[in-house]
């Protein structure tokens, strides 16, 4: 803490600032005064946090300096000594916050005692400032998420009236519920075919760079955004006063159409945007919410980078169709062959087929359905668990809504084909490969006899030419020249232990000792018994 000390009698005033022990109790002098004017030229230059101050002085008295110090609004807080016993003086000071009254001739503990106890109050209200400025930072930090909760909590018709009128209050929300308003939602599209999958980790970052782009076109007035328990961006449009219905719908299916060119130019990629049918009282915002979400959704049978306003259907009996068995039986024998080009042209038969029959979002929910149900049935017959085979895609054989537009299933149903050939693929390489190894511990086992690759084509029952292929697919070597290979290593490794050339013969199942070295000598260029320990 910092201490300006302000009296006009200059012995004192050196006395009060060299023989009081202010350092050792965390207080520093910064300064003396020798009248009110002095020490209001001081404050302003060297901010002290405590004054220390005569109430008798020349230019400026004690209480006038404090007086312009509870003015400035400072944190000062100030000590008063004076040499008039007089209550007035010391109920004067004390309504212009001066901390203590001491009479002189008060001593240095005295004193030192006083200046201690301003500074711990000093303290205590720079710390309560402190968590009040804090609080308020917080505050307002959160406050745009309070926000957007209570949007958000709007929409789905968790508020009574007055509870909207009160929480808006509190959120400092300029709401107007004698207003009408109209509701629409918008929604990235996202396109498999760049993106190479249907991996969800971008959308958040997709759907916050959508947002930005809606605030920064839409107009100053009249709408509010917001985001919905899925991350959608929802606008609430408010009608002007004036303003008819019609027109309010007609100017906000125009906007929101704009807006999606906009959001197109900016982030290159499409968005679409549902529409509430018509406007409401902030009562029935759940209702048009609703209806903006569902028309939102009718993206599976319109296709995307579009504005879609809600329209009642009225329920109609209709069938349903499924994928014809006879696609369905050439798209199993293609995946069974491994054929993708016939598997995509059965897929694309079923899918194109089926499209023509569809008249509703219904109608769509229920084929696709079909379709996912026929593709689980082929991975399952083949004994695949479908969670494996799909990889990351596999949730949307759990929830198929998350797929928004027609464009978006058909390319999930590709990938689904993709990714079934690729499983087909790994497990017939894993096959191979487990093939191959048991046939290479059958030669390091059997290196003392005349292997042979029929003889091991018997042992797996397996065709010989197929193990013959296989075994130089996955080697990069015919199995007789790894054979030799290994029984000529063998050879020379136990010709270095000291083994005679006969008995380095048997060990590897050479029965015809000349035979050997003659094998032997062309196989590494000398003799057997040129190895000798």
């Given amino acids: 803490m910092n201490l300006l000390i302000v009296e006009d009698e200059v012995r004192l005033c050196n006395n009060l600032a060299r023989h009081i022990p202010w350092e050792s109790h965390g207080i520093e002098v910064i300064g003396t005064a020798f009248n009110g004017m002095e020490a209001l030229a001081q404050i302003e230059r060297k901010k002290p946090d405590l004054l220390l101050a005569d109430i008798q002085m020349p230019q400026m008295d004690g209480l006038t300096l404090a007086r312009h110090v509870q003015e400035s609004d400072s944190l000062i807080k100030m000590v008063i000594l004076s040499g008039h016993d007089n209550f007035a003086y010391a109920q004067m000071s004390l309504d212009l916050g001066v901390y203590k009254y001491l009479l002189k001739p008060a001593g240095d503990m005295e004193i030192l005692q006083a200046m201690l106890g301003a500074a711990e109050e000093l303290r205590s209200e720079l710390e309560e400032r402190?968590?009040?400025?804090?609080?308020?930072?917080?505050?307002?930090?959160?406050?745009?998420?309070?926000?957007?909760?209570?949007?958000s909590n709007w929409l789905t018709g968790r508020y009574q009236r007055d509870e909207i009128?009160?929480?808006?209050?509190?959120?400092?929300?300029?709401?107007?519920?004698?207003?009408?308003?109209?509701?629409?939602?918008?929604?990235m599209d996202r396109q498999p075919a760049q993106e190479g999958s249907f991996s969800v980790k971008d959308a958040s970052l997709l759907q916050h760079t959508l947002a930005g782009v809606l605030n920064d076109w839409l107009p100053d007035s009249a709408y509010r955004i917001c985001s919905d328990v899925e991350g959608l961006s929802v606008v609430i449009f408010a009608l002007g006063e004036r303003e008819e219905e019609?027109?309010?719908?007609?100017?906000?299916?125009?906007?929101?159409?704009?807006?999606?060119?906009?959001?197109?130019?900016?982030?290159?990629?499409?968005?679409?945007?549902?529409?509430?049918?018509?406007?409401?009282?902030?009562?029935?915002?759940?209702?048009?919410?609703?209806?903006?979400?569902?028309?939102?959704?009718?993206?599976?049978?319109?296709?995307?980078?579009?504005?879609?306003?809600?329209?009642?259907?009225?329920?109609?009996?209709?069938?349903?169709?499924?994928?014809?068995?006879?696609?369905?039986?050439?798209?199993?024998?293609?995946?069974?062959?491994?054929d993708e080009d016939k598997a995509l042209a059965a897929l694309t038969s079923m899918w194109e087929e089926g499209l023509t029959r569809l008249a509703t979002l219904d109608d769509m929910h229920e084929y696709v359905l079909c379709f996912s149900s026929c593709l689980i049935r082929l991975i399952r017959k083949q004994g695949w668990l479908v969670k494996e085979v799909a990889g990351e895609d596999f949730i949307f054989f759990q929830n198929i809504h998350l797929l928004a537009t027609a464009e978006q299933i058909y390319a999930w149903l590709q990938k689904t084909i993709h990714n079934i050939l690729a499983y087909a693929r790994t497990k017939r390489q894993t096959v191979s490969h487990q093939t191959v190894k048991l046939i290479l511990k059958l030669v390091e086992q059997e290196l003392d006899t005349d292997l042979t690759l029929h003889m091991v084509a018997e042992r797996l029952y397996m065709n010989a030419s197929y193990l013959s292929r296989l075994f130089k697919q996955e080697t990069g070597k015919s199995f007789s020249a790894y054979v030799l290979e290994k029984k000529m290593e063998r050879a020379r490794?136990?010709?270095?232990?000291?083994?005679?050339?006969?008995?380095?013969?048997?060990?590897?199942?050479?029965?015809?000792?000349?035979?050997?070295?003659?094998?032997?000598?062309?196989?590494?260029?000398?003799?057997?018994g040129s190895f000798k320990p």
């Avoid at 402190?130 to 949007?151: C, D």
């Avoid at 009128?165 to 929604?187: P, T």
Wanted: net charge positive; proline share 4%.
């Fill in 165 to 187: 009128v009160r929480l808006s209050r509190e959120l400092q929300l300029d709401l107007k519920l004698d207003e009408s308003y109209i509701v629409a939602v918008f929604d």
């Fill in 493 to 528: 490794s136990v010709l270095l232990e000291g083994t005679k050339v006969y008995n380095a013969a048997l060990a590897v199942g050479y029965r015809d000792v000349s035979y050997f070295t003659k094998v032997f000598h062309k196989y590494w260029g000398v003799t057997p």
């Fill in 130 to 151: 402190h968590e009040r400025v804090l609080l308020k930072y917080k505050w307002e930090q959160h406050l745009p998420y309070l926000q957007n909760q209570f949007y």
């Fill in 246 to 338: 019609k027109e309010a719908v007609l100017r906000i299916h125009t906007m929101a159409a704009k807006l999606l060119v906009h959001v197109q130019d900016y982030m290159k990629h499409t968005a679409s945007a549902g529409i509430s049918g018509g406007a409401g009282e902030a009562r029935e915002l759940h209702v048009l919410y609703r209806e903006a979400r569902t028309a939102l959704s009718n993206r599976k049978l319109l296709g995307g980078s579009i504005a879609i306003p809600y329209q009642e259907s009225s329920p109609l009996a209709t069938s349903i169709p499924c994928p014809e068995p006879t696609y369905e039986k050439a798209l199993e024998m293609a995946l069974q062959t491994g």
